[in-house]
Structure formats: C-alpha cells, structure tokens
C-alpha cells in the first residue's frame, strides 16, 4: 500500500539490472509476440490404440482422481460409467461440451487436454473378473521408507485429467464426475503441474520444486514405448494396447533440503542443478560416466547418489516417468507442502519398476529429503479408435 506497481516493478528491475539479471528479463519481454495464436484451441487426438495422456507431450497441468465404486457395484455399473467417460473425454478432448454438459462454454479451450482411465484391483473384483487382472496389479510392498497415509491410497478407478490451462482441466474433471456421482465416491484428488507452457522453449525437461531438473532420463514414446510401456496382450489378451501406472505421492522435506549446500545437492543426485547435466558432463543429454573416479579414486557421480541407484539393471528396469510437482496449503506449523506426484508408466510393474523402487528403498542419497506418503497401482485399459467403442470394453464385453 502507498507504493505505487511501477515503482515496485521499477526498483525490481533496478535491483536485479545490477546483478545482471535483469538482462535477461528485458530479452524475454522482447521474444513474446502478442499477435500469436493462441494455445486454448490446440487439442490431443482422443482416438487411438493407446489411451492418451501417457505418450502425450507433457501438459502444464494434471488432476489425479482416485474414486471407488460404491458398495453394490456390479459390472454393469462399471460399464456405465466407463462408457460416460469415454464419451465425455472424447467431446472434451476435441473442445466441445459434454452431453448435458452445463459449462459448454468451458470447454472450448480445451489446451490439449487428454482423460486417461485407471482401473484398481476394486474394479476387477466388482465386476467380477478378478480372474483377468493382470499380475502385477497388486499394492507394491511395504518399503522402509514409505509412511503411506490410506488417503492418498489404493482405489478403484482413476482418472487423469491434463491440460495446459488448469480451467480445462477443472471443467473436465467437474463434468466427468458429476455423470457418475451417484456411483462413485472420490477418496482424493491430487493436482500437479509443471512449468507453464510456452514459458520455456518446446521439449525443455522440467524443473521439481527442489530446483532439480526432472525426467531427462526417459523411453522415447517414438522408439522404446512398444517395448517398454504398451502391453502386447500376450500375458493378458485384453491389455493388449494398455499400460500399467504406479502413481506415488512423494513428499520434499524442502526446509532440511534447502540446509544443503549447492555442491553437496548436486552430489546427493548425481547432476548439476544448472543445466541438469552429469557430474561426469557437461550437459544435461550426456551419458553419465558411473566409472569415472577423480585424482584421489573416489567415484565422481557418487554410487549413493539418486541417479547411480536409479539406473537400470538390466534392460527391463525401464519405465516412463511423467511426474507433475504438488504444492499444497501447508499444515498447521508448516510453511510448505510440497512434493512430487510421481507417475510410472510400464508393461510390467514388477518386471521394470518394481526391482527400482525396491533399490532405492535400500539405499538413495535422497531418501533423506523425500517421504512418499501415497502409493497405487492402476491397469490403464488400451485407447478406443471408435465412438461406438468404450474404454475397457475388451476387458467387459
Ligand atoms: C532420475 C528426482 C523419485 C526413478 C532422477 C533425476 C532427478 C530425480 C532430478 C535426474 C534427472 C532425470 O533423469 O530425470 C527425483 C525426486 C524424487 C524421485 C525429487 C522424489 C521426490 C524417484 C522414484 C523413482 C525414480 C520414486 C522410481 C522408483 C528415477 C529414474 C531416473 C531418475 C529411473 C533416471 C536414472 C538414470 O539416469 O538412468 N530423479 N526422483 N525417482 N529417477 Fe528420480
């Protein structure tokens, strides 16, 4: 109050000129062309062999919504509601309304928005076919690390909502699930979100809220997804298409982190926070070098380090990761809630991120830093090419 906005931007700007900083402020203002299209109308294809949202370019924003069944649920309640959905996400998808969809207006920028379906074991016993659940789809042990709160568990469907404009998101959500309120309960909702699009260059990798950039390491959805993430149906004709999700809510202990200083984070990673870079490169692409030692013999990317225990054994231990940061109003006495909404995608959990997180419990520099506090296992049914077609009509029908 009493101090006027330009004074304010006047002296930021001053203040940061004489760190040099405020160059690249002013070379950023000048790069933003006000006359260009904008991004509320771009969409993602709804229809496709794999659901969307998973191979998708990352979207700024993410809504994770674990609902159950309510009880008496049979698998004709399920096929309902899938069908809703289906239907829902497909128009949302292409920036119109819903049926009967109250907001229409809402959904006209739909900011490349893509529904993405999850079914937990609760699904497979409710319809009972309990029989057709994959392996794999089971709670992951117990790790020592782990304080999971029931809250953020385990449910029996889930929806994964990602836009770039949060307001598409918000809408979709609402839309998707006051079709069905009368036949699910929501148990959480979880929103992430990355850098704003357009805010740094196409393809930039993100940045977490420990300032790390996140997610360089990755299958590419061109080359390794068929591979890595798309179940071939072999083991579980139904899947064939699908995928699997192991969605962990991971929280920052961000006041003891903050106590570390800069070289010792870079070495409690592995990476450089600059430019995300190996200890043993010099930029963020470069193969890190886990031989390398420095003149005295010790290992320069140490192997306690998060990306030393993290690499793959082997080559099934890959997966795709597609994590959004959280954060949340702090609790009374905290002034921060913060985390990581970590998203796994793979064929097969117990094959490819299973031997991982179990290493990592071990031992990881970062443990120290990072608490998971949710864990759930999600089957994500193979994408519909048809509007006759529902999501997770091969498991149903
Ligand atoms: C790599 C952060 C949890 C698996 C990385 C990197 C960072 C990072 C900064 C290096 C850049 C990159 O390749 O993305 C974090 C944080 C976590 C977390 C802050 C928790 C809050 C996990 C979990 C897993 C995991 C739970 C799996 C169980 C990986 C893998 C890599 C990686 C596979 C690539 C390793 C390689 O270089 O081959 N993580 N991570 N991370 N992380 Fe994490």
Same mark, same amino acid.
Not at 93 to 97: K, T
Not at 118 to 143: E, I, K, N, T
Not at 347 to 355: G, I, L, M
């Given at each position: 109050?009493?101090?006027?906005?330009?004074? $304010?931007?006047?002296?930021? !700007?001053?203040?940061?000129?004489?760190? @040099? *900083? %405020?160059? #690249?402020?002013? &070379?950023?203002a000048e790069?933003?062309d006000?006359?260009?299209?904008?991004?509320?109308?771009?969409?993602?294809?709804f229809?496709?062999t794999h659901?969307?949202?998973?191979?998708?370019?990352?979207?700024?924003?993410a809504?994770?919504v674990g609902?159950?069944?309510r009880?008496?649920?049979r698998?004709?309640?399920?096929?309902?509601?899938?069908?809703?959905?289906?239907d829902?996400?497909?128009?949302l998808?292409?920036?119109?309304?819903a049926l009967?969809?109250?907001?229409?207006? $809402?959904?006209?920028?739909p !900011?490349?928005?893509t529904?993405t379906? @999850? *079914? %937990?074991? #609760?699904?497979? &016993?409710?319809?009972?076919?309990?029989?057709?659940?994959?392996?794999?789809?089971?709670?992951?042990?117990?790790?020592?690390i782990?304080?999971?709160?029931?809250?953020?568990?385990?449910t029996?469907l889930?929806?994964?909502?990602?836009?770039?404009?949060q307001?598409?998101?918000?809408?979709?959500?609402?839309?998707?699930?006051?079709?069905?309120?009368s036949?699910?309960?929501?148990?959480?909702?979880?929103?992430?979100f990355?850098h704003?699009?357009?805010s740094?260059?196409e393809?930039?990798?993100?940045?977490?809220?420990?300032?790390?950039v996140?997610?360089?390491?990755?299958?590419?959805?061109?080359t390794?997804?068929?591979?890595?993430?798309?179940?071939d149906?072999?083991g579980?004709p139904w899947?064939?298409?699908?995928?699997?999700l192991?969605?962990?809510?991971i929280?920052?202990?961000?006041?003891?982190?903050e106590?570390?200083d800069?070289?010792?984070?870079?070495?409690?990673?592995g990476?450089t926070l600059?430019t995300?870079?190996?200890?043993?490169?010099?930029s963020?692409?470069?193969?890190?070098?886990?031989?390398a030692?420095?003149?005295?013999?010790?290992?320069?990317?140490?192997?306690?380090?998060?990306?030393?225990?993290?690499?793959p054994?082997?080559?099934r231990?890959?997966?795709h990761?597609r994590?959004?940061?959280?954060?949340?109003?702090?609790?009374?006495?905290?002034?921060?809630n913060s985390?990581?909404i970590?998203?796994a995608?793979q064929?097969?959990?117990?094959?490819?991120?299973?031997?991982v997180q179990?290493r990592?419990?071990?031992?990881d520099?970062?443990n120290?830093?990072?608490?998971?506090?949710?864990?759930a296992?999600?089957?994500?049914?193979?994408?519909?090419?048809?509007?006759?077609?529902?999501l997770?009509?091969?498991?149903?029908?």
């Open positions: 109050r009493g101090v006027s906005r330009r004074r $304010l931007l006047g002296g930021g !700007a001053a203040a940061l000129g004489a760190t @040099g *900083l %405020g160059w #690249g402020i002013h &070379a950023v790069r933003v006000p006359t260009a299209a904008i991004d509320g109308g771009l969409t993602e294809p229809f496709g659901q969307a949202g998973i191979a998708t370019p990352v979207q700024a924003h809504q994770f609902l159950d069944l009880p008496g649920a698998a004709a309640t399920l096929i309902g509601i899938l069908k809703v959905w289906t829902d996400a497909a128009r998808a292409n920036g119109a309304p009967a969809d109250t907001e229409p207006e $809402l959904a006209a920028a !900011a490349r928005l529904v379906i @999850g *079914l %937990g074991s #609760g699904a497979f &016993a409710a319809a009972d076919v309990v029989g057709d659940q994959p392996p794999w789809l089971r709670p992951l042990p117990a790790f020592p782990d304080k999971l709160d029931d809250g953020w568990g385990q029996d889930l929806l994964q909502v990602c836009a770039d404009d307001m598409a998101v918000a809408h979709a959500v609402r839309v998707l699930l006051k079709n069905v309120r036949l699910v309960t929501v148990r959480w909702s979880q929103h992430g990355r704003a699009r357009r740094h260059p393809g930039t990798t993100m940045r977490n809220l420990m300032g790390q996140d997610g360089t390491v990755n299958p590419d959805p061109a390794d997804f068929d591979e890595l993430v798309w179940d149906g072999a579980v899947l064939a298409g699908g995928t699997s192991v969605l962990r809510r929280r920052m202990e961000l006041d003891t982190w106590e570390i800069r070289s010792g984070r870079e070495l409690i990673v990476r600059d995300g870079a190996p200890l043993t490169g010099s963020e692409n470069d193969a890190p070098d886990f031989a030692t420095d003149r005295y013999g010790i290992p320069v990317i140490p192997p306690s380090s998060h990306i030393a225990r993290a690499q054994f082997g080559d231990e890959r997966f990761r994590a959004y940061n959280y954060d949340d109003a702090p609790g009374p006495g905290q002034t921060s985390g990581l970590f998203a995608y064929r097969d959990v117990d094959a490819q991120f299973r031997p179990q990592l419990a071990e031992f520099a970062l120290q830093w990072t608490t998971p506090i949710g864990s296992v999600y089957a994500i049914p193979p994408g519909v090419t048809s509007v006759e077609d529902y997770g009509s091969s498991l149903l029908d």
